[in-house]
Each structure stands twice: as C-alpha cells, then as structure tokens.
Antibody
Framework: EVQLVESGGGLVQPGGSLRLSCTAS????????MSWVRQAPGEGLQWISV???????YYADSVKGRFTISRDNSKNTVLLQMNSLRTEDTALYYC?????????????WGQGTLVTVSS | DIQMTQSPSTLSASVGDRITITCRAS??????LAWYQQKPGKAPKLLIY???TLQNGVPSRFSGSGSGTEFTLTISSLQPDDFATYYC?????????FGQGTKVGIK
C-alpha cells in the first residue's frame, strides 16, 4: 500500500527556514515523479515543485530561488528546503506521487504538514 | 502559465441530482486534465485523469469529458458522500495549475 507521510512543518518567523520531509512507503521515490503542492488556509491548491526520476527539478515562480526539492534515496524520502520564508508561504504542504503515462499527475497524496510564517 | 477557470464556484444540490462542473483552460491542453475531490481536513483525492479515465475505485457515477480547452465533470446521481470541493488541474507541463475549486453543498 502506498503511503506518504509529511513532517517538518511548524511556526517560523519571516525570513526563516524550514525543511519538510515526505517519507514514502509502498514504492520507491526515486522511481517516481514526486511533487509538493500547497494550500493556504481556506484557499485552493498550488503546485510548487517537482523532482523527476532523473533528478531534474522544477519550481513555481513564487518559490524559485528560495525552495529546493531533493531526495534521500537511502531513506526513501523527498525533502523541501524552504528558505527566506514569507507570510504568504503559510499553507498546508502536501507531498504527492505521480502516476505514469496517462496518469502522470498526483495519484497519491500525504496528509500534509502545516507551515505558518508569522512574527 | 496556463490558467484554469472553473464554474460555478459554489453549487447547491440535493441527493440524487445530476450535477455538472465546467473547467476551461487558457490554452489547449489536449486531454491532460485531472479532477480531484477534497473534503474538509483531508488531502485531495484523484477522481479522473486524462480528462475521462476513472481512477481505480472511484464510483461510476463520476464521469469526465472534454478536450482542448473545455472540460466537464459530471456526477450522475449525487450521493451524501459527494458533498465536497472539486478541483480541475492540468498536467500538460510540469507546472501544474489548478482551478479555483467548486464547492458542492446541500440544498
């Protein structure tokens, strides 16, 4: 059974940093496209980053240069390093696994981890 | 970036009703479109991908159609478990964008 568990969220001051983790079970993260999607309180969904099987990474303009996605294959984990955090980064951050071919979108989701950026 | 626009933003319906949600893309996305259902406090759940393919385990009362820039999600007979928010999403490129959501409530 596929399972994704996010952790690392919390309260941080503007300008601060956090590192989110997404630990996977039931599949190998390095063999799948893995994404982060966030949802601000009461708002819709926003894609923010993806890491491909070959290691290529892509980011939404709103986080480019501040966030870094990576993998720790030994721990079957996807990471999101978030620097220079802003109040508008406050959101529930979801990790998602993409399917293949026609289903190359977010097939499986974690339960999310809450990031609050506030002074 | 490709913009996704859903309508309506909210919808009130009764159990047994047939409902349709529309999603428009700002440029053609072929059939690279997914629909998700989200309930309060829960992660989104994939319902449909490739515009019309039902994800495993999703009831057959859900259906999707469309291509290019115009898409629809239809629930043929609304059930109590279907009251939720629905999002469309393109995945033509790595830069996914979601519609703003349609909240389906009880009339």
């Amino acid at each position: 059974e596929v399972q994704l568990v996010e952790s690392g969220g919390g309260l941080v001051q503007p300008g601060g940093s956090l590192r989110l983790s997404c630990t996977a079970s039931g599949f190998t993260v390095s063999s799948n496209y893995m994404s982060w999607v966030r949802q601000a309180p009461g708002e819709g969904l926003q894609w923010i980053s993806v890491i491909y099987t070959g290691g290529a990474t892509y980011y939404a303009d709103s986080v480019k240069g501040r966030f870094t996605i990576s993998r720790d294959n030994s721990k079957n984990t996807v990471l999101l390093q978030m620097n220079s955090l802003r109040t508008e980064d406050t959101a529930l951050y979801y990790c998602a696994r993409s399917g293949f071919a026609a289903a190359a979108t977010a097939v499986d989701w974690g339960q999310g981890t809450l990031v609050t950026v506030s002074s | 970036d490709i913009q996704m626009t859903q309508s309506p933003s909210t919808l009130s319906a009764s159990v047994g009703d047939r409902i349709t949600i529309t999603c428009r893309a700002s440029q053609t996305i072929s059939t690279w479109l997914a629909w998700y259902q989200q309930k309060p406090g829960k992660a989104p759940k994939l319902l449909i991908y490739k515009a019309s393919t039902l994800q495993n385990g999703v009831p057959s009362r859900f259906s999707g159609s469309g291509s290019g820039t115009e898409f629809t999600l239809t629930i043929s007979s609304l059930q109590p478990d279907d009251f939720a928010t629905y999002y469309c999403q393109h995945y033509l490129t790595y830069s996914w964008t979601f519609g703003q959501g349609t909240k389906v409530g009880i009339k």
